[in-house]
Structure formats: C-alpha cells, structure tokens
C-alpha cells in the first residue's frame, strides 16, 4: 500500500519528442505528489509537484497529468533536450510527518 | 545551485577509519534527513531530524551515527563501515517532516575499501 510504481524503467526519445513517465499509487490517503530529476553524481532536485485536488500542472515544459480516480499521476516533458536527460523519480507521501516515497526510477535518454 | 550543502563531495576511507560527513542549509528548514542512494536506485531514508531532535531512526546500523549541532548543520559520523555501506550519502531539508518540498544536497560519494 505504501509502493509507488513507475514506469518505464528507462526511455529512449529524439530531441523535440515528448516523454511520458507514468507512476501509479494504491494509498489513497497520500496528498503530495512530487518529480524528481537527477544527474549523475548530483542529488535529487524537485522539479515540479501536484496536489490531488488538480488534474494537471505545468511548470515550463514539464507537466504533471494526475488521474485520481485511477490513482495515477505522470510527468510529460515538451520539446525534450539533450540536457533533459536524467533520472526521473516519482514519489508520494501523506501530509506532514510521514516520509516520501519513491518510484524505482526512469533513466531517460534524449537523441540529438 | 542547491541550497543544502554537503562536504566532502568524495570520501574514500578504510573499514577501520572514522569520518564524518557535513551538510549545512540555510533556508530556515526545521526538519533535515540523511538518505542512502545505491546506484540506479532511489534515495532510501536513514535518519529525520525535527527541530534539532532525531524523530526518526530507520532501523540504520550503528556504525552510522547522526547528529544535529543547530538548526542549519547535520552531521554523520560513520565508524567501521563496510564495502556494502559505499554509496552517494544525500543529505535534505523541509520546512516541516514529511515530503513536501524537500530539497537535496548534491551529496557525498562514499567509497569503502
């Protein structure tokens, strides 16, 4: 109950293509739904997150599409770069007080 | 650039060293955390820190071994480790405990011989 699944592992995407990652959730009482992105050797940085009373949220050329009913949440990412190529990690938690959870990660590539 | 900040960015030390592992944030977080990350692995939690006092403890080893001298500095002390402890160490902070807005530190690569 407490997972975060998400998918694909990894993802292959030509610059200028959009790549969707998806990451799905059975805890309904979890109410903060972040993305992280991450290079290699750097920490985590916060990129873009939503709460469930939202279907959808852009910052930039990253959007967050969240599906309550179907408990599940993904991040697309328009016009993608080379220099978008990263880790990307969904994760979850409910309110204060009770730690984040974390997707298994998507290692996204961008072809120039 | 991140607003937690870790020395050193590399450590390399024998089973039988001890060292410790700093991170400071100055953004008036009260809540700070020390995570584990394997490679190609997410971020795993070790050690919450709420208001200079630990609030949580993940089950972690005790040759691992956090402190919180202020509200801005966290501390991880680590003695007699294992080959298996190597790692990218990560250190966090928010404003409150819990996820929302936790922003990482770039992190400490550790290597155990």
């Not at chain 1, 997972?3 to 990894?10: D, F, G, H, I, R």
């Not at chain 1, 979850?92 to 007080?97: D, L, P, Q």
């Not at chain 2, 944030?25 to 020390?34: E, F, I, K, L, N």
Request: charged share 20%.
């Amino acid at each position: 109950q407490q997972q975060v699944k998400q998918s694909p592992q990894s993802l292959i995407v030509q610059k200028g293509g959009i790549p969707i990652i998806n990451c799905a959730y059975e805890n309904t009482a979890f109410d903060y739904f972040p993305w992280y992105q991450q290079f290699p050797g750097k920490g985590p940085a916060l990129l873009i997150a939503i709460r469930p009373d939202v279907s959808e949220k852009k910052e930039g050329r990253f959007t967050i599409s969240f599906n309550k009913s179907a408990k599940q949440f993904s991040l697309h990412i328009m016009d993608s770069q080379p220099g978008d190529s990263a880790t990307y990690f969904c994760a979850a938690s409910i309110g204060y007080g009770n730690k984040l959870v974390f997707g298994a990660g998507t290692i996204l590539r961008v072809k120039s | 650039d991140t607003e937690v900040t870790q020395t050193p960015k590399h450590l390399v030390m024998g089973m039988t060293n001890k060292k410790s592992l700093k991170c400071e944030q100055h953004m008036g977080h009260r809540a700070m955390y020390w995570y584990k990350q394997k490679a190609k692995k997410p971020p795993e939690l070790m050690f919450v820190y709420s208001y200079e006092k630990l609030s949580i403890n993940e089950s972690v080893p005790s040759r691992f071994s956090p402190e919180c001298p202020n509200s801005s500095l966290l501390n991880l002390h680590l003695h007699a480790l294992q080959p298996e402890d190597s790692a990218l160490y990560l250190c966090a902070s928010s404003q409150r405990t819990g996820g929302v807005g936790l922003a990482f530190g770039s992190g400490t690569q550790l290597s155990v011989l």
